[in-house]
C-alpha cells in the first residue's frame, strides 16, 4: 500500500507560481511512475502531468506544457509539480497519483492510478 500525501497548493495571482510537493510512503516509490491530476467542481478529473521511475520521461497536457515541470527526487520519495505563469483556468484541486509501472500510462485513457493522494487547492485569481 502506498500512501501519498500533498502540499503546497494555496492562492496566488496570476502570472505567479507555485510549487507542489507529493510524499509517498513505502520503499517501492522510486520503481514508480508517478503523476499530477487536477478537477474542478462539477467536472472529470483531468491529467496534468506523469513523470517515469527514473525522471527519464515525462509527458503534459497541452494547456499546461512549457509552463509545468514534473520531477521526482527517489531519495526523498517525493515528486514536484512546479507550476509558473498560472491563469486562472488553472484553479483546481490538484492530487498526486501514482502508478504501478516504471513507466507511466495514466497520461492516456487506457489506464488510471493505482493510488491517489487526498488532494491541494490551487487558486489563481486574476
Known amino acids: 500500500q502506498v500512501q501519498l500525501v500533498e502540499s503546497g497548493g494555496g492562492l496566488v495571482q496570476a502570472g505567479g507560481s507555485l510549487r507542489l510537493s507529493c510524499a509517498a510512503s513505502?520503499?517501492?516509490?522510486?520503481?514508480?511512475?508517478m503523476g499530477w491530476f487536477r478537477q474542478v467542481p462539477g467536472k472529470v478529473r483531468e491529467f496534468v502531468a506523469a513523470?517515469?521511475?527514473?525522471?527519464?520521461?515525462?509527458y503534459y497536457v497541452d494547456s499546461v506544457k512549457g509552463r509545468f515541470t514534473i520531477s521526482r527526487d527517489n531519495a526523498k520519495n517525493t515528486v514536484y509539480l512546479q507550476m509558473n505563469s498560472l491563469k486562472p483556468e488553472d484553479t483546481a484541486v490538484y492530487y498526486c497519483?501514482?502508478?504501478?509501472?516504471?513507466?507511466?500510462?495514466?497520461?492516456?485513457?487506457?489506464?488510471?492510478?493505482?493510488?491517489w493522494g487526498q488532494g491541494t487547492q490551487v487558486t489563481v485569481s486574476s
Open positions: 497519483a501514482a502508478e504501478i509501472s516504471r513507466y507511466p500510462l495514466i497520461q492516456t485513457s487506457r489506464r488510471d492510478p493505482d493510488y
Open positions: 513523470i517515469s521511475w527514473s525522471g527519464g520521461s515525462a
Open positions: 513505502g520503499r517501492t516509490f522510486s520503481t514508480y511512475a
